[in-house]
């Protein structure tokens, strides 16, 4: 009788164990899935739509599902997010549609890495996926890293001798060294092929966003085979970016990111007429042709330009390098008209400085930007209507988005 009282009182206990370490392990994936939509959130936090209402809202959660892990059958809630302008829809890359066992732990380091957590936190995050204790030691993420710089490298010299982009997206990122005395600009060129992949061309540390560390980026590139330019360049115009490709690839035109102008004509203008300005500069960008784009920029105008002149003066600027959308495809306008396609990847890369309190070496951030530009490359989705770029590649051409001559489509 006591042999059987001890046996229940084991088996009891061992129950209790693993229900205890498949909590852990389901508490550390809902973390990781917290994470994973406030980065995402991030990168859209204080855009509004026309009507003035937040851009991007949660929306709940999906379905509950049983997804397969090391730690067993776990019931996870992915967080589900509404875009009131249509044009994004959210995908969590830990969890993804039909998934049913969790991918390779292999992947996970890297991301617990680059997503924030500590180094020094690994082994007790591995031991609850995994139900053992791991010895991971921050030698392990060292190691790691160096592994990384390897990648980087061979990366930076492929050919690009078949390469034709047809769109460019460049910026530069300040972060904060803690081991050196300046912070570090990383230089990043995003482009897009002729099929519609959006890829990452180059990447490199630089010198204050300077002509010069544009320059050498470029000639970098040529070096390695890259023939042409894009056909259509997108930036912030602070860049010493421009003055470097119109040295390097003068045929290419220039396109000013609309989130960045914005930006700068409504921080000289006071918080009170914030609003209606915002307003009427969505009006200029939006509208759908140039003739009434330009009408808008004459209503901005003669509106603010008596009180607020700095602001008037800031959206004169480069006024032609603000509309050379309109001599593209409409159907490409929403991909033309900003630089989101880096500002969003380079939220992630903030976020983890931020926890982090900055990045120990300028080696160390660049790493850190490649791989995530590299792990969210995976993940990037060709560009609405694809099919126009050959056409725009070939040099047909575009008035207010409409082709001007019949585009004959292969079969």
Known sequence: MKKYSRKVVESSNERTLHEVLR??????????LQLEIDLFMEQYRGQLTTDGRHRMTLNGFHKEREIMTSAGMLSVKVPRVRDHEGEVRYQSSLIPPYLKRATDLDAFIPFLYLKGISTGDFGSVLSKLLRKEVA????SVVRLKEVWMKEYQEWAKQDLSKKEYVYWWADGVHFNVRLEDNRTCILVIMGVTSNGTKELVAIQDGFRESELSWREIMIDLKRRGLRQGPKLAIGDGALGFWAALRKEFPETREERCWIHKMANVLNKLPKCVQPQAKRMLHNIYQA????NAELAFKEFVHLYEAKYPKAVACILKSKNETMAFYDFPAEHWRHIRSTNAIESNFA?????TRKTKGCGSSAATLTMVFKLTQSAQKRWQRIHFFKLLPFVLKGIRFVDGIPTEKLEFAA
């Open 23 to 32: 909590e852990g392990a389901k508490e550390a994936l809902k973390q990781a």
């Open 136 to 139: 991971f030691s921050a030698n």
């Open 348 to 352: 992630t890369v903030r976020l983890r």
């Open 288 to 291: 759908d042709t140039r003739a």
